[in-house]
């Protein structure tokens, strides 16, 4: 704004003269003006503001609807408007509800979410990886073939005077066996396995002996060059407890050790046919040709089993047991083999197996056979039990 003042005027005489002076002028432009005459007359000034304060004092309050203080307002509003536009949000219009269907009256209330407990979601079972299989219920299926025949021998308790050896002959049947892994505390697992394989041949009885005319087995008497078809079944039933003892803690090495506690029972049975022996003697009473006759042994075993992953995907076992005592029934066995996982589940087993055993020398007769059987077969993984 400029002030409408003369220079030549005197100061005295403008601060009288009412012409030269705006009323519209802001109070604080008259003060400018004021102060850029109070240079000429300082004291003059000074007595003019107190007077002119006095005269607005005198005329009341500002009015609202003076020019300055509306020009004031539009002034700061204009400040005021950028600020505003940032921080309002634009406002949307709130969507359409949707429609709902009114339930008929005789409908029972709804039940009340809040009172609903959380569903909450199942714990994923974890995948069976290359390690620590052993925790994982699993089962196992394999097919093998065995090599090896029994002996049959006359023991300790024979009461017969012909007793003699026999080594059976042919060939043995396919194999099959079956375990099954369950996880136990402690560091531990449970392994149940059966194994059953047959053999069956034919030969010329000779005992071998100059002396012996023939031979008794199972209380059955065969002379000297009779023809005989025996055949025999195998059975091995064990529950072993598999003890992780080193490393600790497991998870630092990838080297297994477990100790081994075995509860064995084998069975061993026999049929000796003589198939072209006559079934009636010269004197018409009958004649038995075949012998049968079977063993069993049950006994603890304790043993080692080693474990441990060459790939990430190839994992190696062995294991070794073995019980006896001297002069009475014993036996040892051992197994290695190597499991390719196929799937996150499904593991491919090949390795091979061998097993000698000796029922007891004391009884009339025993069996003694020596096995060594290569296998191949299917481990499937299923989530634990607990």
Excluded at 7 to 18: M, T
Excluded at 152 to 175: E, I, K, P, Q
Excluded at 219 to 245: C, D, K, N, R
Excluded at 249 to 262: D, G, H, I, S, V
């Amino acid at each position: 704004m400029f002030i409408a003042m003369e220079e030549s005027v005197p100061i005295a005489q403008c601060w009288k003269n009412d012409a030269c002076w705006y009323p519209d002028l802001f109070v604080e432009d008259r003060f400018r003006a004021l102060r850029a005459n109070a240079r000429f007359c300082p004291s003059e000034a000074r007595s003019h503001r107190a007077r002119w304060w006095e005269k607005k004092v005198k005329r009341g309050p500002v009015s609202l609807s003076s020019p300055s203080v509306l020009m004031l307002a539009a002034f700061v509003s204009l400040l005021a408007a950028p600020v505003s536009a940032q921080q309002t949000p634009p406002v949307t219009p709130p969507p359409n509800p949707p429609q709902t269907a009114t339930p008929p009256a005789n409908a029972p209330p709804a039940a009340n979410p809040q009172n609903q407990p959380a569903a909450t979601a199942a714990p994923k079972t974890p995948e069976p990886g290359i390690q620590d299989l052993d925790r994982f219920f699993s089962i196992e299926a394999t097919y093998s073939y065995v090599q090896g025949q029994p002996v049959l021998t006359g023991g300790a308790a024979f009461s017969g005077g012909d007793a003699s050896v026999l080594d059976y002959t042919g060939r043995n049947t396919a194999s099959y066996s079956a375990s099954m892994i369950i996880p136990m505390p402690a560091r531990a697992d449970l392994r149940l396995s059966y194994w059953h394989f047959l053999g069956s041949g034919a030969q010329t009885l000779d005992v071998g002996k100059l002396y012996l005319v023939g031979a008794t087995y199972f209380g059955v008497p065969y002379a000297q060059g009779t023809y005989l078809a025996p055949s025999y079944s195998f059975q091995q039933g064990e529950i072993s407890y598999e003890y992780l003892s080193l490393p600790w803690p497991a998870a630092e090495r990838k080297f297994r050790l477990y100790t081994l506690f075995n509860i064995d029972y084998f069975n061993v049975s026999t049929v000796i046919n003589g198939p072209y022996l006559s079934t009636v003697s010269s004197t018409g009473n009958e004649v038995t040709t075949i012998a049968t006759g079977s063993k069993d042994i049950i006994f603890p075993s304790f043993g080692l089993k080693i474990e441990y992953p060459l790939a990430k995907s190839v994992r190696v076992e062995a294991s070794i047991a073995a019980f006896g005592f001297p002069g009475h029934a014993a036996f040892w066995e051992a197994d290695a083999n190597a499991s390719i996982h196929i799937t996150g589940k499904l593991e491919f087993v090949l390795g091979g197996r061998s097993l000698y055993y000796k029922t007891s020398p004391q009884s009339d007769e025993y069996f003694h056979q020596t096995v060594i059987a290569p296998y191949a077969g299917l481990r499937y993984y299923l989530p634990n039990l607990h």
